[in-house]
């Protein structure tokens, strides 16, 4: 089963970064005030980024790079992934 790293999108316009092996369950719970502390205190708006993993130790690791990050290279991080997102599906829609 594949592990995620996640970045959401809070109100006040910080992010939160998590890793998990279900986005959207995790995501209800951070919804629902029962995710996390910081997500308690900071509403969040959206999920923007999410990086799937073979195994727990490697999300873990990448938690932890993105965690240390600043908020213009997770801004960054998450333009990339829409880029990406794109292209692909002007692809998909070429084939």
């Known amino acids: 089963m594949p592990y ?3 970045v959401i999108l809070c109100d006040d316009g910080s992010f939160y970064t998590g890793y998990t092996k279900n986005v959207n ?3 209800r719970l951070h919804v629902n005030g029962k995710g ?3 997500t308690k205190m900071h509403k969040p708006k959206k999920l923007v980024y999410t990086e799937e993993f073979d195994y727990r130790a490697e999300a873990m690791k990448r938690e932890r790079k993105v965690k240390t990050m600043g908020h213009k290279q997770k801004l960054h991080l998450m333009q990339s992934q829409t880029k990406k997102t794109r292209r692909k599906s002007r692809r ?3 084939q």
């Open 92 to 94: 998909d829609k070429q």
């Open 36 to 38: 996390a502390r910081y």
């Open 25 to 27: 369950s995790r995501m």
């Open 4 to 6: 995620y790293v996640y």
